[in-house]
């Protein structure tokens, strides 16, 4: 165990100065308790120093619980972009406390219920309508089984993205100023739009709100992030697949998640 870290964010700063406040030998182990961007970066410390050291992951927000914290990814970010340098390094254990969540400030909580409302419609199940201890357990359970399926993330795991490619063009386009949870709330209403489907489960559980940025922004990211391809996650009967769409299609489904 060696964490003294109080960390901010996951820039190659705080990785560095990680690295050097953690002086363990091979067979130590990292600690990360905390949020996401707590875990993302200890457990990249972890998966680089000594080219490698084990470590353990005590998720404490919502978003961790459910989502960062589970299926080995560990990443810092860069100006240029987020995540951009990582590995997959999974934890050799996830020690989770819902009771931990009683703490967290509405708008974290908002965060994490957008990655649950996502897997409840990934699962085929109302998965939001549970108390906290459960709906843990079990969207936990649902992305560690599919991240298993997929540890290095080439086929199943794409499911994971349903609704973020239109929440990511809509983050960068506001600066990241726009909280990742609402983003995603809308990606997921275009989402479903696009797959035909009822749009209820996200309008009744995180009333996502149009936001105002620049469309052709907007539009740019989306792009970017796409590499050319439109390939979008859609959810059908069977579960979810990507399918790629007509450029208008994608195009109005944003615009329509944009006010002003
Ligand atoms: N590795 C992955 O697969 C994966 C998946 C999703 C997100 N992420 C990453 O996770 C990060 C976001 O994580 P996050 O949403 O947990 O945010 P966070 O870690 O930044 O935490 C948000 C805030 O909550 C506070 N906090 C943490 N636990 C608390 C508690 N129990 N009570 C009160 N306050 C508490 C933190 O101090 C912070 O101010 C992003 O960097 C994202 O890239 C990684
Ligand atoms: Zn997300």
Same mark, same amino acid.
């Given at each position: 165990l060696a964490s003294t870290h109080t960390a901010l964010g996951k820039g190659a700063d705080d990785l560095e100065r990680l690295w050097r406040s +953690?002086? +363990?030998?091979?067979?130590g182990t990292v600690v990360a308790l905390g949020g996401g961007t707590t875990t993302d970066l200890a457990g990249f410390a972890a998966a680089t120093y000594m080219r490698g050291v084990e470590w353990v992951a005590v998720p404490t927000t919502l978003v961790g619980q459910v989502d960062?914290?589970?299926?080995?990814k560990t990443a810092i970010d860069l100006p240029e972009a987020k995540n951009l340098v990582g590995a997959f390094h999974w934890p050799a254990r996830t020690v989770i406390d819902?009771?931990?969540?009683?703490?967290?400030?509405a708008s974290e909580r908002a965060n994490g219920m957008a990655e649950v409302v996502k897997t409840g419609l990934l699962a085929g199940?109302?998965?939001?309508?549970?108390?906290d201890e459960e709906l843990v357990r079990r969207c936990a359970a649902y992305k560690a089984a599919l991240c298993l399926r997929d540890p290095h993330d +080439?086929?199943?795991?794409?499911?994971?993205?349903l609704g973020h490619t239109f929440g990511h063009a809509l983050e960068a386009a506001s600066g990241y100023e726009l909280p990742h949870g609402r983003a995603v709330a809308l990606g997921l209403l275009a989402a479903l739009r696009l797959s035909g489907r009822d749009t209820a489960p996200v309008v009744d559980v995180l009333s996502p709100e149009p936001v105002r940025v620049d469309r052709d922004r907007a539009w740019e990211a989306l792009l970017r992030d796409k590499k050319g391809r439109l390939r979008i996650v859609l959810l059908g009967a069977g579960g979810a697949r990507e399918e790629e769409l007509p450029e208008a299609e994608v195009r109005a489904a944003l615009d329509a998640l944009i006010s002003g």
């Open positions: +953690l002086g +363990l030998d091979r067979a960062a914290a589970i299926g080995g819902p009771a931990l969540l009683a703490t967290l400030q199940e109302a998965l939001w309508e549970f108390a +080439l086929g199943p795991r794409h499911a994971l993205n």
